[in-house]
């Protein structure tokens, strides 16, 4: 990885370009949420539900409202006729075909802006309290009194699908919202023939995104017409713009929706939130500018939550380790919504067969409602749990033949030359889920090679191992569907001041846009990538968008930026042409001059010729279109490109302590094409850092009584810097076949495959044969129980 | 003029729509920039000069600093150095052809955003007090101590013009900053042989555009970028974006000028101020929101002037009354800048020669820099004052040639058959000056008619008239070169809601264009008027555009707006085409319904093709441009369409009090296609009425000493409802042949003629034998002072 600086013209992509926003947020310039200012606006604090379960008795508010500084207090009676049912359902929709073939069951149900007689999950906002500041809006929270009679929590995903179990939805049968199935071949006929079957039960365990900056929203009004802008640390303007004018009866074209600088998202900050919809509605209904940012304690417990699932695994292999079948029972915890449908669980059922050829499949997956806080995309979003399954099921399959785990593996791989290669299952986008490129045997072959594991296996063997440690190394593979539609927009400009305007509906939270889409314009262009201008996070600038989630952005947004950009240059040569008389394709365009390949001092600026078209100072030069060099397009995937990746740890286990040191981190990545290696390797690398997390440290465990047990930093483990293991970070680039640019999605990546390679690694360290890991984290209490269980049985 | 309610469907042009803007107004729901609400903005106001012109040897700010409350006191050395230098200059491109062809020359000065050094007008910005509010902002103005060391001042742009008179803008050597000619034939020769010939000095006196709302401006910052929007109450948002970003050296993309509800701008608002520029600066500066809004002293002494030329003119005619010749000099009073450079001066000498065929012309209109407020072009523009010297001395000649001042007109009109018509001289644009279509002898024949003229002069005769008054009559005709260029934006997109999203770069101050243009898109587009929601007056919802200005919207931007209609019209046809399997040509669109012509219950919504086109959630539809059903277009007029009308006025004086009442005044006006009656017949009524009001009461009369006499309404008269005559209006209509729309522009027209035509009328009353009337406005006392000095020389 080599660090170039920011030179324009073609050739640019695969450069690492340094990032174009560094400079401002190095120098503390960035303008996060918080940092806005907002004269006069009022403040939000919200009373929220100390109970799991409960009906709501009676709410009093007058104490509230009496305080001086108070401005209003709201709770959902107050406002339930001003608005309309809020029904936050950012599913894709189904194509019927798809619908037919994996029989889903998806019951979304409304989310209640504020709690409506009921509360389901500690931390339910029941009053929104806003104040002329924060303090006095806490205090207000203080005074209101909520009368609740509580009812008995369901926390386990497992026993709320129980058949007595009691429905946490009022007006729902059960707690079934979601399932959905996958079948190829004929499962129990290949476990009959079958020479090895392991069968499991692993769980992923409840962690979350916890990004630097909370969530947060500021709300001003135009003076002219009362429309809202709405500052928000959204992944997904556009469609919050959406939600906001649905719920609050307002005219689309009314409404907003920037994004400021924002400290990471990682999907917490990608679907919609009931203050999203309630600040702005305090800022109309009062005629204020208001904002609220959340505290931690509420990102904890009162923003998304992730990853928890049940998987009943089956794998059989025959006599020479060709993998015969997989069986898979998962049932995921959604918490108190289902949010987001069946992304998490379609992605769980699509991805828990990995880079893998198995011919017979059985799969399910199943959501249940429980009273804890909801769940939705992070990171990775239900493939982690799958990977953890699935490879964990590897490593035992491969004890149990005694076999290297990498030789299993080896031996199942889909190989380069098979590609496309299809499953056999359908996608959610009602195609064939297909492999469209990569090559999983080099990806394994090098990640062994740098994990040196045959050194690892002497030194284990020699017990050349320091006093009192354990010496582990463990592995695993994974491919990622990248790239999801349904379609980004992308739109660029030739100002006549000559720089260029690149629009996009995509909206960075920390993925360096401002750098790696001006590498793809400028490149398309021909122009001095320092001439790029980006807009984007901001419905004001394009009409239409999805946002950056799923490992989209360079797929989507960038094809369409691409595309833009390719049909500006057509524009721009034509242009020329008329004016130097040279034919177009005798043209070229070199740092933002276009000019004959055979006469290059006859250039002419793209700024002229912006400027030519431009609506001159000179009347009847032209009439009509076309007055501007511009275009817009909106890329639209065929399906999703497939990413793919090996991870592999060496670890060394403090048998006193159960602490976990990772002694190297390998990864090989294949994210096809690279736009800016020193980008994509700060994605990759985020994203392990927050899978080491997960399998190390981070756990959002609730009691039995429904009540979160990590509500602060002090009791929420989260990996820093000092944490992070030597790594080595290494590419191919099996380019997609699916869009011009050949690229697939980064940004998820990494945070896929590292609890199950600690876990493989770990159990490794531990001694296979007496420990069995089947959850995380692996937090130095929780090995040291694997060790005494361990040393019990064999005692 | 009938009103129609406001239905849908084709065939809206030509009819009286309600005013869609007009439930709002009524309500007192308007938004003026006093109206908007800027939560914890600051507040500005401005030491201004009490010189017309001297030094400034000191300004001492200290104590208004001090004073608590006030935030920042900015003279000229606190802010120079952060400022491009302001160069205020919104002059058209002088195309090489028109600058050999009229010689022109034209000294445009920077206009200084605070005074450097020098004063040059009362009224003139020296300091900069913001702070809390307006009342310590205007204490603090109090504390301000400026020394001053005066110079003469120079009122009259005659004594300005003389060898000895000093140059009032340093660095200059005198104070001609203008002068345009132009010259057809051989006026000398003509002169030589022509049987009548009258020799005059008329007068146009200073009248001001005084709108019910004065100026304003009120900025609030991004709380993200620190971008600003300007809310303005300007008739050029575009323009005054160039101006703002480029003084505060900012990215035009960072400065978005939006304008609320306008409450008349009359072309007073269609320049850039200082304060347009200062009011963002401070907030930029100070980094909080700010606003100013003019008081009434303010705009009618720091808000542009207007009108005051002086023409000597000479008219010849042979034996039959028919034109041989026409030579006019005229010097007009730019105030203290020229800042519109030729646009009032050519506008003079192109309309001087009226609707009459004249073989000989030597034009010359020259621009004298004084000591008072400067000039910019107030609704007619240049028109009124050229207007007012022909038509009087149309009337002398007649008198002279002893004639019917209607019958001199009638032999020297253009003749419909002789359209299009080429005066000879060349226009601004570069193009001949050609009148495209008209019909004068019907406009006069039709006010002749109206005016009964024969019935007045029996009652002269008989002297059939009340004790003590004078009855008489008097008419002018003049042509209007309307439409200018050099373009205009006019956008049209369908949304999937089914509501048609109209843009321009056009921007109201009461010309009703939400309901005009909306009858123009509805009619092209065949959907109902209802649907359609005009955005406009707003750098945020189109990218370019030129404003409101000179007669043009219904042209310039009714044009685009058409146009761009029409090509959503054919996408909306082929898209409805591939759908039902029917031609294009064989579709029609009714009521927002394409259908088949022999099959009109198969219709679909646009809303559905809008729908269909639009990103939709299912991947794979489309990938590329063309997914929104929108066109923008720029529609350059080739040159000016030229209006045209007559107006004539009974009038009766009463002898003793030198008071004139209007008893009758007849319009017969020619704008071409009228889109709505109603609202044209209200734009030519309101300009009339300004018409009046400088013909009969308003005078921005300066003191030798170059002291405004007139700086509240107490001293500038402005007549209202009270004063207006009982009027006939009406229409004849000849299309332009010079736009698809056919349209000719309306919103000056009616302020041209008035003063002509009541001069002439009251000279007609008061005998023009015995009484010459020079200049206005015909005040009582200056109607004695003619009485009195025509008694004296009848004695």
């Known amino acids: ?168 939805v009022p007006g729902t049968e059960d707690n079934l919202a979601i399932s959905v199935e996958g079948r190829v071949g004929d499962v129990d006929a290949a476990l009959a023939e079958a020479a090895f079957v392991v069968t499991e039960r692993y769980r992923s365990h409840r962690y979350v995104a916890s990004p630097m900056e909370t969530r947060g929203v500021a709300v001003t009004l135009d003076p002219r017409d009362r429309s809202l802008t709405v500052f928000a640390s959204t992944q997904t303007p556009h469609r919050l713009r959406e939600v906001i ?82 069986r898979d029972d998962a049932v995921l915890n959604l918490g108190n919504a289902n949010l ?51 490879e964990r099921a590897m490593d035992r399959l491969a004890r149990k033949m005694g076999i290297e785990p990498h030789e299993l593996r080896a031996r199942n791989l889909v190989r380069p030359e098979n590609m496309p290669h299809r499953t ?116 004001g600038v394009i009409g239409h968008g999805v946002g950056t989630i799923a490992s989209r952005s360079m797929v989507t947004a960038g094809n369409a930026i691409h595309l833009a950009a390719l049909a500006v240059r057509e524009q721009v040569l034509a242009d020329a042409s008329g004016l130097l008389g040279t034919a177009p394709e005798d043209l070229e365009i070199v740092d933002g001059i276009v000019r004959p390949v055979d006469e290059p001092e006859a250039g002419i600026d793209v700024a002229v010729l912006a400027a030519r078209r431009a609506p001159l100072l000179v009347p009847g030069t032209s ?42 981190y390998a990864i090989v990545h294949d994210c096809g094409r690279v736009v800016n290696p020193m980008v994509a390797d700060g994605q990759v690398t985020g994203g392990v850092m927050q899978g080491i997390g997960g399998a190390l440290y981070e756990e959002m465990e609730y009691g039995p009584d429904g009540q979160p047990r990590s509500v602060t930093y002090m009791d929420y483990l989260v990996p820093t810097a000092a944490e992070a293991p030597p790594y080595v970070l290494d590419h191919i680039e099996t380019r997609s076949t699916l869009n011009p640019l050949g690229v697939k999605g980064l940004g998820e990546g990494g945070a896929i495959a590292p609890p199950a390679v600690i876990a493989n690694a770990v159990e490794d360290a531990l001694g296979p044969d007496h420990v069995h890991i089947t959850r995380g984290p692996l937090t130095p209490s929780r090995v040291k129980d694997l060790l005494r269980a361990a040393s019990s049985a064999r005692h």
């Open 1 to 168: 990885m080599s660090a170039a600086p920011a030179t324009g013209g073609t050739g640019l992509i695969g450069t690492s370009v340094l990032r174009k926003e560094d400079d401002a947020l190095l120098r503390g310039r960035g303008r996060f949420l918080a940092d806005l200012r907002l004269p006069g606006a009022l403040e939000i604090a919200f009373v929220r539900s100390p109970h799991a379960h409960a009906e709501i008795t009676r709410i009093d508010c007058a104490a509230a409202r009496a305080l001086p500084g108070v401005v209003a207090v709201y709770s959902w009676d107050d406002i339930r006729d001003t608005v309309s049912a809020l029904f936050l359902e950012a599913e894709m929709r189904i194509p019927d075909q798809v619908r037919e073939a994996i029989k889903p069951l998806s019951r979304l149900q409304p989310v209640p802006l504020l709690a409506d007689g009921r509360v389901t999950c500690v931390g339910q906002a029941v009053v929104m309290v806003v104040a002329e500041d924060r303090y006095l809006a806490e205090d207000a929270v203080e005074l209101v009194e909520v009368g609740y009679a509580p009812l008995p929590a369901l926390v386990d995903p497992l026993d709320a699908l129980a058949p007595d179990a009691p429905a946490v």
């Open 245 to 326: 004018a649905g719920t609050l009866r307002v005219d689309p074209d009314h409404v907003r929706v920037t994004a400021p600088d924002i400290g990471g998202g990682f999907g917490q900050k990608g679907v919609q939130y009931v203050e999203d919809v309630l600040v702005p509605y305090a800022a109309h209904r009062l005629g204020r500018a208001v904002r609220w940012i959340e505290d931690r304690t509420e990102n904890l417990t009162s923003s998304s939550h992730a990853r928890e699932q049940v998987h009943d695994i089956t794998l059989a292999a025959d006599a020479d380790g060709r993998l015969l079948a997989l």
């Open 340 to 390: 987001t449908g069946l992304v998490v669980p379609y992605n769980t059922l699509t991805h828990v067969i990995g880079p893998y050829v198995i011919p017979a499949l059985d799969l399910r997956v199943r959501g249940a409602v429980t009273t804890t806080m909801m769940a939705t995309p992070y990171r990775g979003a239900g493939r982690p749990e799958a990977v953890f399954a699935m």
């Open 424 to 539: 056999g299952l359908m996608y959610r986008d009602g195609t064939t889920q297909t492999y469209d490129s990569g090559n999983f045997p080099e990806l394994l072959r090098r990640v062994v090679g740098h994990l040196k594991i045959d050194e690892i296996r002497e030194r284990q063997r020699t017990g050349d191992v320091a006093p009192g440690k354990r010496l582990g190394v463990g592995l695993a593979l994974y491919i990622e569907g990248t790239g999801l539609g349904p379609f980004e927009s992308g739109s660029v400009t030739v100002l006549p001041t000559g720089r260029i305007r690149v629009a996009t509906g995509a909206s960075s939270q920390g993925q360096a846009h401002q750098t790696v889409f001006a590498q793809v314009a400028a490149d398309a262009l021909g122009v001095p990538i320092d001439r790029i201008d980006l807009r984007e996070g901001d419905t």
């Open 623 to 664: 009439t009509g279109p076309g007055a501007v060099i511009s275009e817009t397009t909106f890329f639209k995937p065929p399906t999703v490109t497939v990413a793919s990746a090996a991870h592999g740890a060496i670890v060394e286990v403090d048998e006193r302590t159960g602490k976990t040191e990772i002694l190297s």
